[in-house]
Every structure is written in C-alpha cells, then in structure tokens.
C-alpha cells in the first residue's frame, strides 16, 4: 500500500522560512520521481517543485530562487525547503509521486497535505 507523509508546515511571518518533508512507502520511493504540489482556497492545485530519481528537478516560476526540492533515498524522505516566503505562499502543500518523461506526471498517490500559512 502507498503511503506519502507530509510534515513541517505552519505558521510564519513573510521572510521567513519552512521545511517540509514526506516519507514514502520505499516500495514506490527507489522507482518513481516525487513532487509537492499546493492548493489555495479558491485555486487548483498546482506543482511546486518535482525531482526524478536521478535528481533532475523543476520548479514552478513564482517560487524559483526561493525553494528547494531534495530527496534522501536512504530515509525514503522528499523535502521542499521554503525561503523568503511570501503570503501568497499560503496554501495547502501535498507530496505526490508520479514519473519523468519529457515532464513530470502525478501518479494519483497523494499525502494528507500540511498547511502552511505565511502572515505579512
């Protein structure tokens, strides 16, 4: 059974900084690429930041320079560590795992999602 745990969000003023984490099943974590995702009240949910197994990542525009996407295949662990956040970094934050072709693609394996919520 696939299982994706988020944890590490809350609350912070604008500047500051967060680190999210999420521990896989090591049954999908060796094979696949993971990625964080984030939904908005009002807003579809879009990706944040991917890596592949090999390292390779991509970032979303609004948060390039600012975040990092890593990954510790020993602790079957993907982290997304968060700079100089902004309000409108406030959001749900999901893991996903999914594959890398051309671009990343979410598998329908979701965590539970962590809040994150950046005060001004």
């Known amino acids: 059974q696939v299982q994706l745990v988020e944890s590490g969000g809350g609350l912070v003023q604008a500047g500051g900084s967060l680190r999210l984490s999420c521990a896989a099943s090591e049954t999908i974590f060796s094979i696949n690429a993971m990625a964080w995702y984030r939904q908005a009240p009002g807003k579809l949910r879009e990706l944040v930041a991917a890596?592949?197994?090999?390292?390779?990542?991509t970032y979303a525009d609004s948060v390039k320079g600012r975040f990092t996407i890593s990954r510790d295949n020993a602790k079957n662990t993907v982290y997304l560590q968060m700079n100089s956040l902004k309000p409108e970094d406030t959001a749900v934050y999901y893991c996903?795992?999914?594959?890398?072709?051309?671009?990343?693609?979410?598998?329908?394996?979701w965590g539970q999602g962590t809040q994150v919520t950046v005060s001004s």
């Open positions: 890596i592949a197994n090999g390292g390779r990542t």
């Open positions: 996903n795992v999914g594959l890398w072709g051309a671009s990343y693609s979410p598998l329908n394996y």
